[in-house]
């Protein structure tokens, strides 16, 4: 039932999986273990992988850095399995292991405490429920080391002795599921109770589990499952724009940036949620785009890279669509509407201003490089001032932003939806606009009106 991947040196393949499709780590439910030293987590990891993923031993804080894999965890599909530090870890390099840990945070949709059974919950195991819950993350608190307890072997996976995350016995107000997998009413999801962050109050389950002896594994694996699905969104990226038949031109430029033998995500994503649509999916360059233009006739829609936004919009009659796929990304994995409202920014930006522009891959640089290159003259142009610019790449993203006037983000399309919102959250909680590229280049070309017109409402 479940399948794991591994990395074949030519690309990921699953293990068991028959032929399940592959997905970029943006597209993967992240699944993150989290819990003090020494409780299992590293072994519990590998026993739901199938394989030796992270390094596990006796020795407590043998995990240093956030161990991260790839597999398939069905019915649910592809995910991201996330082994991190224990939250416990001491001295100044243990508070660089808890910073990284908690950083996991940010992009987790479901998180699992690991737990020893049998003992008192301890306030470092508390400390993760509250973050669990300000952040609005389901979670399953699996009560490892289950071997150890009398009769626990016999309980097939059942919360037994186990104490409660708040110190309480669960069982007087627990609900009891066919797999034996006891759900806590006071935490489980109500739509209407939402936490201090905004978010809806987290779901909350607790099993008996041993990663030695793989008691209850799979159970937790179901329970992962369930909880994942709840986190999954139902938001596409631009088939429920399109009809059946619609023709629609995407404009890929192949210069010195493009990457040798492929396309970009973005640009592979949008192609296959045309193609899903049912609609019909035209690929040119930049100067291929008013000839194919005139022979198609009937086109309903035009996406371009933003990088040459521009340059289509002169091509694309004002009757026909135009966006790009940038502001798709944009739409897909974040909020547009607070992004279009931080591109009014870049107009008031000063010599005195400092502008992080931040992208979520970490591509090598080339001289016509997008985000240090192209970005920074284009806003340089457009404000008429020379404003500071600062950069980051991949996971990298400060979470204090007071010395910047606007962030200036790309697409996105490597982070996972919970990380371009804890992104966005950073900067509207510290005051700062944020914008990202394809609307920030539509906004100094003039045309962003015209990129918004085929999403219509915002929201």
Same mark, same amino acid.
């Given at each position: 039932?479940f399948?794991?991947k591994?990395?074949?040196?030519f690309g990921v ?17 992240h699944?993150g273990?989290?819990?003090v ?6 072994s ?6 199938g ?6 031993? *006796? ?7 956030p !161990?991260?894999?790839a597999?398939?965890?069905?019915p649910?599909? @592809?995910v991201e399995i996330?082994?991190t530090p224990?939250?416990? &870890?001491?001295g100044?390099?243990?508070?660089q292991?808890?910073?990284?840990a908690c950083?996991?945070?940010r992009?987790c949709? !479901?998180? !699992?405490?690991? =737990?020893?059974?049998g003992?008192a ?6 400390e ?6 300000q952040r609005?993350?389901?979670?399953v608190v699996?009560?490892?080391? #289950? &071997?150890?307890?009398d009769?626990a #072997?016999?309980?097939?996976? #059942?919360?037994?002795?186990?104490v409660? $995350?708040?110190g309480d016995c669960?069982?007087?107000?627990d609900?009891?599921?066919? =797999?034996?997998?006891a759900?806590?009413k006071?935490?489980?999801?109500q739509n *209407?109770?939402v =936490?201090?962050?905004g ?5 909350h389950?607790?099993?008996?589990? =041993?990663?030695?002896?793989g008691?209850?594994v799979?159970a ?12 999954q969104r139902p938001?596409?990226l ?13 404009v890929? @430029? ?9 396309i970009?995500? @973005?640009q592979? /994503? ?5 193609l899903?649509?049912h609609? $019909?999916?035209?690929?040119c360059q930049?100067?291929?785009l008013?000839?194919t233009? #005139?022979?198609?006739?009937?086109v ?5 890279d933003?990088?040459v936004f521009?340059q289509?919009?002169?091509i694309?009659?004002?009757?026909v669509?135009?966006t790009s796929?940038?502001i ?8 547009l509407?607070?992004?279009v409202?931080?591109?009014?920014a ?7 201003s400092? !502008? ?7 591509h090598?640089?080339q001289?016509?490089? %997008?985000?240090t290159?192209k /970005? ?8 008429g ?11 990298d993203? @400060?979470?204090?932003?007071d010395?910047?006037?606007? $962030? $200036? ?7 996972n939806?919970k ?10 909680q ?10 920030? %280049?539509?906004c /100094?070309?003039?045309?962003l ?5 085929p999403?219509g409402?915002?929201?």
């Amino acid at each position: 039932m479940f399948a794991a991947k591994v990395d074949t040196g030519f690309g990921v393949a699953s293990v068991g999986g028959g032929g399940l499709s592959l997905a970029p780590s943006g597209e993967r439910v992240h699944i993150g273990f989290f819990g003090v030293r020494n409780a299992g987590k590293s072994s519990l990891v590998n026993a739901v992988c199938g394989q030796k993923v992270a390094l596990a031993s *006796d020795v407590a804080g043998t995990t240093t850095d956030p !161990v991260r894999k790839a597999m398939e965890l069905l019915p649910l599909g @592809p995910v991201e399995i996330i082994d991190t530090p224990g939250i416990d &870890d001491v001295g100044n390099l243990g508070q660089q292991r808890i910073s990284r840990a908690c950083d996991v945070l940010r992009s987790c949709d !479901v998180a !699992v405490l690991v =737990s020893v059974a049998g003992r008192a919950p301890l306030a470092a195991e508390r400390e993760l429920v509250d973050l669990f819950e300000q952040r609005g993350i389901p979670y399953v608190v699996a009560r490892n080391k #289950a &071997d150890v307890l009398d009769g626990a #072997a016999s309980n097939g996976g #059942a919360v037994g002795s186990c104490v409660g $995350v708040g110190g309480d016995c669960p069982h007087a107000s627990d609900e009891r599921s066919a =797999s034996g997998v006891a759900i806590s009413k006071e935490r489980a999801v109500q739509n *209407d109770v939402v =936490s201090d962050a905004g978010q809806h109050a987290a779901a909350h389950t607790e099993i008996l589990v =041993s990663a030695r002896t793989g008691q209850g594994v799979d159970a937790l694996k179901e329970c992962l499952a369930r909880s994942a699905a709840t986190a999954q969104r139902p938001q596409r990226l631009v088939a429920d724009l399109l009809s059946p038949g619609d023709v629609v031109v995407l404009v890929v @430029p192949i210069d010195s940036s493009a990457p040798k033998g492929r396309i970009i995500l @973005p640009q592979q /994503m949008v192609l296959r949620d045309v193609l899903d649509a049912h609609a $019909v999916a035209v690929v040119c360059q930049p100067s291929q785009l008013e000839a194919t233009m #005139a022979s198609l006739g009937d086109v309903r829609l035009v996406i371009t890279d933003s990088q040459v936004f521009g340059q289509v919009a002169r091509i694309v009659p004002e009757s026909v669509l135009l966006t790009s796929f940038s502001i798709l990304m944009a739409r897909y994995k974040g909020n547009l509407r607070a992004l279009v409202q931080g591109a009014q920014a870049l107009a008031s930006l000063t010599d005195e201003s400092c !502008v992080l522009i931040s992208e979520g891959c970490t591509h090598h640089r080339q001289c016509e490089d %997008i985000g240090t290159v192209k /970005m920074p003259a284009w806003i340089r142009d457009y404000c008429g001032a020379s404003p500071a610019f600062e950069f980051t790449q991949g996971r990298d993203f @400060p979470s204090d932003l007071d010395r910047f006037d606007a $962030v $200036v983000h790309c697409g996105g399309c490597m982070l996972n939806a919970k990380e371009m919102e804890w992104r966005q959250r950073v900067a509207s909680q510290s005051g700062v606009p944020m914008v990202n590229y394809g609307v920030a %280049i539509a906004c /100094m070309h003039g045309i962003l009106e015209r990129a918004l017109e085929p999403l219509g409402c915002l929201d």
